[in-house]
C-alpha cells in the first residue's frame, strides 16, 4: 500500500484544517487505516484510526471532538478533520494503514506497515 499524506499547513489556535491520505496499490477491506503525529522531541503518537471496512473510529483523548477522521472508499482516501485546533497539536502528521490488527494494538505504530511521508501542522498562538 503506497500512502500520500497532504493538506498540512500554517494556521492559528482555533483554526480548522483537514489532512488527506490517499492509498493506492492494495484493497483496502482488511485495513486498517490510522493518523499519527510526531512532536519535535517527541515520540510519534497515536491520533486516530478507522477501520475501513467497518468504519468504526478510534481516537486518543486529546483530539476527541475534535477531530474527525473519516475514509472515502470510492476515492480510496482517509481524512483527518481538525477543529480548534491548539499549539500544542503542531507536529507532523503521518497516515498508516495495517493489514491486520486488533483493537488493543490499534494505537501502537508497531502494528502498521505502511506509512505516509507526513505532513506539517503548525499551529501558531
Known amino acids: 500500500v503506497q500512502l500520500q499524506a497532504s493538506g498540512g499547513g500554517l494556521v492559528q489556535a482555533g483554526d480548522s484544517l483537514r489532512l488527506s491520505c490517499a492509498a493506492s496499490?492494495?484493497?483496502?477491506?482488511?485495513?486498517?487505516m490510522g493518523w499519527f503525529r510526531q512532536a519535535p522531541g517527541k515520540e510519534r503518537e497515536f491520533v486516530a484510526a478507522?477501520?475501513?471496512?467497518?468504519?468504526?473510529?478510534y481516537y486518543t483523548d486529546s483530539v476527541k471532538g475534535r477531530f474527525t477522521i473519516s475514509r472515502d472508499k470510492t476515492e480510496n482516501k482517509v481524512y483527518l478533520q481538525m477543529n480548534s485546533l491548539k499549539p500544542e497539536d503542531t507536529a507532523v502528521y503521518y497516515c498508516?494503514?495495517?493489514?491486520?490488527?486488533?483493537?488493543?494494538?490499534?494505537?501502537?505504530?508497531?502494528?502498521?506497515?505502511?506509512w505516509g511521508q507526513g505532513t506539517l501542522v503548525t499551529v501558531s498562538s
Open positions: 498508516a494503514a495495517a493489514s491486520r490488527v486488533i483493537t488493543t494494538m490499534i494505537r501502537y505504530a508497531s502494528a502498521y506497515e505502511h
Open positions: 478507522v477501520r475501513w471496512s467497518a468504519g468504526i473510529t
Open positions: 496499490g492494495r484493497t483496502l477491506s482488511r485495513y486498517v
